[in-house]
């Protein structure tokens, strides 16, 4: 009447996790600078139960620094 | 929390004027403006847990002054709405040092669907559940204000009396899970708000001299919760298929006691004294021995836990290359007790009508609560450094000691003690120029770890259910007292490697890290928990040109978890 077959796998944990970033500053002048980054986080569920954790972001910025 | 941060920004500004009556030896000010954005797939729950994913603009300022008369140091970053970073340092000709920082961020919660909940037996007797806020995002914003002055005057320069000021707050929601009917038969997830507020306020003197140093401090700690609890009307307890009140001996409360208070946060008050002494030298040995006192209240029972630990550090070199380190440390915690007294409400249905289920089967669910967390602990940390010859590097020899004797806790039969033993070896050279090595190996074993013996699997067997419509069935305290399997998520034997490089060429710095740990316990009766994880880390760092740099970053985590569990099977 039922299938038990997979319970033993219910309590399982397999996740991987990835994160890639990218940080660059460049000084346009003694003042004047730009700034960008940017980053890639990425979560993958192996095992997943009841709802699967799976999903990536990317973060990106951009930016400009002046000094005085 | 507004308000207090505005303020301390105002005395900074105020103090601004003071340093102007010179011109500064030093300034310093940036200013950045920008954007930023992201792009999400898939689930977020995990993979943004303290991201924030809207978008929004990108603000900065950093200011440096120094004079004679003394510094400013002022560093700001906003991120958004959610992310903030502020920090506020100054000081007054050295007598006066503040520092002021300021933390928020937004970190995201779990939404469970609970859609294992639903089960259906033949009989119509069912497990299910109830989302009052479906699809609903449960998260806080966390804001985190700290500061601390110091005092410290030219007459009396042995003497720096300091003040310490913290706060933390989360604000926002989370989902609030509450059982319903008999166990685990009706789950009810609803949002319950959250507004929690951590004040911690100190005072602090030091007195240092050359040859010694005391430090006393006393902190008064409050926890408040802006939500007391929130409600819930329990199911009515009635026989699934008769739909009769024969269990209402069962159960303490149900439905006709109205709407009852849930998850309940109690507001909590906490007192620390500290008392610290350090001699730098006592026979070649730095020492350093300190001891805390606290007193933690549950001003919504008026409990109460007392702590008392003492500390010992001490460090000696033996000759150039050989150097000891030793920390000891000795705790114990007491919580009062606590008699619980269980309502006994009467059936009102069916062959036990009229009659508590103590009158009916002479079980007293009364008990004495005694706390597991009442113990004693003794902590040994021990390291002898030995630096090799030429450039081979510095090994060191490790060992971690400790004994938890718990009062009222049994982790195996008849055992209410924990021993560990750790024994590591580590390693650190630079064997050519512009190149870093660190490695580092670990062991543990562990006596009577953590465990709840006997708390799951029951052998137990029973011809009919638990229902008062068959007196001679299994009741369930029978069924708890025969449990025979032991439960823990606590390793008795561990190995942890790590290893870590860094190379430095020119403008370009490569670092790389691996960590990997595997545990297992199968000690107690039907255990069998096992961990395995492993990170490696590889950073590049480049500046090309004074103009250009730039910088890359790759983490990657593998983690396995196995242990048994338990899936309760319902049938009324």
């Known amino acids: 009447m039922f299938d038990f077959s997979l319970t033993n796998t219910y309590s399982d944990l397999d996740l991987t996790r990835i994160e890639a970033g990218v940080n660059l500053r460049y000084e346009v002048s003694k003042r004047l600078s730009l700034l960008g980054e940017y980053r890639w986080i990425d979560l993958d569920d192996e095992a997943p139960y009841l709802g699967d954790l799976t999903g990536s972001v990317s973060l990106y910025s951009i930016a400009v620094g002046y000094r005085f | ?572």
């Open chain 2, 1 to 572: 929390m507004r308000k207090i941060l505005f303020l301390l920004l105002l005395a900074a500004f105020v103090t601004v004027p003071a340093l102007a009556t010179d011109p500064p030896e030093t300034s310093e000010v940036e200013l950045t403006l920008g954007g930023w954005d992201a792009s999400t797939d898939e689930a977020q729950e995990v993979v943004s847990e303290y991201e924030d994913t809207d978008g929004g603009l990108l603000v900065g300022l950093r200011a440096e002054l120094h004079r004679a008369a003394g510094s400013l140091l002022l560093s700001s970053h906003v991120r958004g709405s959610a992310q903030q970073r502020h920090e506020l340092e100054f000081d007054l000709q050295r007598r006066v040092r503040s520092r002021t920082s300021f933390v928020s961020f937004y970190r995201r919660l779990s939404h469970d669907p609970m859609a294992n909940l639903e089960a259906t037996t033949a009989h119509g007797r069912v497990v299910r559940h109830d989302d009052l806020d479906p699809g609903r995002q449960y998260g806080f914003d966390y804001r985190d204000l700290d500061h601390r002055t110091e005092l410290q005057l030219p007459s009396l320069p042995a003497l720096t009396l300091a003040f310490t000021f913290r706060q933390q707050e989360r604000s926002g929601h989370r989902q609030s899970l509450t059982i319903s009917h008999c166990d685990g038969c009706h789950v009810t997830g609803q949002t319950r708000p959250v507004g929690e507020r951590t004040r911690d306020v100190g005072a602090e003197a030091n007195l240092s001299f050359p040859r010694w140093a005391l430090k006393a401090s006393h902190t008064q700690r409050r926890l408040t919760e802006k939500t007391e609890s929130i409600g819930l009307l329990y199911d009515r307890a009635l026989q699934p298929e008769q739909r009769t009140a024969i269990f209402t001996n069962r159960v303490s409360f149900d439905a006709l006691n109205g709407v009852m208070p849930v998850d309940l946060r109690p507001d909590i008050k906490k007192e620390i004294t500290r008392l610290q002494a350090t001699i730098p030298d006592a026979a070649g040995f730095a020492l350093n021995a300190s001891g805390v006192w606290s007193q933690t209240t549950n001003e919504y029972a008026n409990l109460d836990t007392d702590y008392s630990g003492y500390l010992l550090n001490a460090s000696r070199r033996f000759g150039p290359r050989v150097k000891l380190q030793w920390r000891a440390r000795a705790y114990s915690t007491t919580t009062d007790d606590y008699f619980v007294d269980i309502v006994e409400p009467v059936a009102q249905a069916g062959p036990h009508a009229g009659r508590t289920y103590r009158e009916v089967y002479g079980y007293d669910p009364d008990f004495l609560r005694r706390s597991s967390l009442n113990r004693d602990v003794l902590e040994s940390s021990l390291d002898l450094g030995l630096k090799l010859q030429g450039k081979a590097g510095t090994v060191r020899f490790l060992w971690d000691y400790q004994a938890i004797d718990r009062d009222h806790y049994e982790v195996a039969d008849g055992k209410t003690d924990t021993t560990s033993h750790v024994l590591g070896l580590a390693w650190n050279a630079r064997p050519v120029k512009g190149v870093r090595l660190e490695a580092k190996a670990r062991h543990g074993e562990v006596d009577n770890p953590f465990m709840l013996p006997n708390g799951v699997y029951s052998p137990a067997f029973g011809q009919n259910a638990a229902s008062p419509l068959a007196p001679t069935s299994t009741q369930y305290y029978v069924w708890r007292a025969s449990r025979i399997g032991d439960s823990t998520n606590q390793p008795s034997s561990w190995t942890e490697l790590r290893a870590k490089g860094s190379v430095v060429r020119g403008n370009t710095t490569a670092s790389l890290s691996y960590r990997w740990w595997d545990g297992e316990n199968d000690d107690g009766g039907l255990t069998d928990w096992s961990r395995n994880s492993q990170t490696a880390t590889l950073t590049l760092w480049s500046m090309p040109s004074p103009l250009v740099q730039w910088s890359v970053a790759y983490v990657r985590h593998d983690q396995e978890l196995d242990f048994p569990a338990s899936i309760a099977l319902f049938d009324g």
